[in-house]
Nanobody, 121 residues
């Protein structure tokens, strides 16, 4: 499985971005996909995760009400819609695939290359 993350960029505080995570190769018909982020000098942080069916969705508290994770299985793509962005959302965002929906990065078997999100104040 190969994951390709895209959609990052530079945006002003209060703006929006939509990240995409496209999967290629053998894809799972179960499990979950998650978004994580890593700011300079900090550990990788869980942001959101969604089950393959879309019935289970989890967010870190700091993004609830601002970010929305969704997926289109016909396109093998998971999205992260980010609204009301704040400077503290600045980080490299990574998507990952796991055999279950989890906020634990150690349980993810596959990772995308990351996409930079920069929010200016």
């Amino acid at each position: 499985v190969q994951l390709q993350a895209s959609g990052g960029g530079l945006v002003q505080a209060g703006g929006s971005l939509r990240l995409s995570c496209a999967a290629s190769g053998p894809t799972f018909s179960s499990g979950g996909t998650g978004w994580f982020r890593q700011a300079p000098g900090k550990e990788r942080e869980f942001v959101a995760a969604i089950s393959w069916s879309g019935s289970a969705i989890y967010y870190v508290a700091s993004v609830k009400g601002r970010f929305t994770i969704s997926r289109d299985n016909a396109k093998n793509t998971v999205y992260l819609q980010m609204n009301s962005l704040k400077p503290e959302d600045t980080a490299v965002y990574y998507c990952g695939a796991a055999s279950s929906v989890t906020d634990n990065p150690a349980r993810y078997d596959y990772w995308g290359q990351g996409t930079q999100v920069t929010v200016s104040s």
